[in-house]
């Protein structure tokens, strides 16, 4: 069960989350919702480490090893003699490694960036209001039962968040509501 809190700006999401701290919830248990991407530790800290860079050099190893394949193995299954050249040339089967490691690492990023952002969200409904879009900050917790939640949602009305909402429900756009 997790309950949303959405705030203005970021000094108030910031308090708010200082408060629910106080108010004995974990810093596990609360994560923010913004349309800027803050650095770990502005609102929440997740202690959580990016294993991105890891996909983007594994992703590049095995570019690396299929564009060597790729190009050495093709001209060693089709060998075309020309003189006393070597039948896997060097500059050609470098080139075609270079890209191929370039096309890999590049993709690999992609998928990375991907799984790093848990996109698509997979598993049910997340309470999401479309404001956090338009530049207001979302803080969340995730609760276990209904009395921690209403717990929650105190701590973040007497911070001044706007209305909360609980699992699942979706406040409609600032335009729908006019």
């Not at 890891?54 to 590049?60: A, L």
């Not at 096309?103 to 997340?126: Q, Y």
């Amino acid at each position: 069960m997790e309950t949303l809190g959405l705030y203005n700006n970021v000094e108030e999401a910031a308090v708010a989350v200082d408060r629910l701290v106080a108010a004995g919830f974990t810093e596990g248990q609360i994560t923010s919702l913004t349309s800027v991407p803050y650095p770990d530790g502005v609102l929440v800290k997740t202690w959580r480490h990016s294993i991105l860079r890891w996909i983007t050099v594994g992703s590049g190893i095995a570019g690396a090893c299929a564009g060597f394949l790729l190009a050495a193995g093709t001209a060693w299954v089709y060998p075309v003699q020309t003189g006393d050249k070597a039948i896997v040339a060097l500059y050609p089967t470098g080139i075609i490694t270079y890209e191929i490691t370039m096309l890999f690492a590049m993709v690999g990023t992609i998928v990375g960036m991907f799984l790093e952002m848990k996109l698509p969200a997979w598993g049910g409904d997340r309470p999401y209001d479309a404001r956090i879009s338009e530049g207001y900050v979302g803080i969340c917790v995730r609760v276990d039962d209904e009395k921690g939640a209403e717990r929650a949602q105190q701590v973040m009305k007497e911070t001044g968040a706007l209305p909360t909402i609980k699992e699942a429900q979706v406040i409609p756009a600032l335009e729908d509501t006019a």
